[in-house]
């Protein structure tokens, strides 16, 4: 055999070593990149577990502070509770910036920021489906839209009242009672307090199915 040949035998052997050396790092860079792909999905689904917990948590602890004034038995008259019960169920930092837009709900830029912060609180709700299984994510989304719709009717409910005092106060025979009447007032405090029963019902389902002991648990299984 010549030297040629033995140098071509060569050659080709390194280049079939070196083509198996690539295709073999290819192959674990492959399935390094797989690895913590699916490392950083999961610190993402913990990271957003945990942020969705906080959030609804930090709800159930301003319905829990606001409770009685929710679910007490309600009188037949216009309800004037509204500012106080508003800043009850905003008070903490994931919606205290809803806080200005109850003194003066039709001006901006505070009328703006609570229909984006509201509407921010309704994706969550949506959100807490996708992150959480079974009933959890479920009762959780629930829970958050109705919230959402209280804070909304007592908003409403908030524009009415001041639309009633500028009607009595711009015909001096018109007292607060005379303009309720007149701009049914009674029909719009029915949704607001239907609303209540409503979030009071979510709230009671989260509570009979022990929900913060579940949802802890599916965070550390993640």
Known sequence: ??????????????????????????????????I??????????????VKGYLIIKGLLNLYN??????????EDKIYFKVDPLFYGLINN????????????????????NFLTSLEKLKNQA???????????????????LKYADVLMKLYQYKIL??????????Y??????KAAEDMNEIENRKELFKAFEKLSEEYKLLNNYDFETKIIEEIKLN
């Not at 606001?66 to 679910?71: C, P």
């Not at 949506?126 to 958050?144: D, S, V």
């Not at 001096?172 to 009672?177: A, F, G, N, R, T």
Request: charged share 25%.
């Open 1 to 34: 055999m010549s030297v040629e040949s033995i140098v071509n035998i060569i050659t080709s052997i390194i280049m079939c070593v070196a083509t198996v050396v690539s295709v073999v790092i290819a192959v674990i860079a492959i399935k390094q990149t797989k």
């Open 36 to 49: 913590q792909m699916e490392l950083s999905n999961k610190n993402n689904l913990f990271s957003n577990r």
């Open 65 to 74: 502070q606001n409770k009685k004034d929710i679910e007490e038995e309600k």
């Open 93 to 112: 930092s994931y919606l205290e910036n809803m806080g200005t837009v109850i003194e003066e709900p039709l001006h901006d830029p505070e009328h703006k």
């Open 126 to 144: 949506e959100k807490m489906r996708f992150l959480f299984e079974n009933k959890i994510g479920i009762y959780a989304k629930n829970f958050i």
């Open 161 to 170: 009242i001041i639309k009633m005092r500028e009607y009595s106060t711009t």
């Open 172 to 177: 001096p025979m018109v007292d607060i009672k």
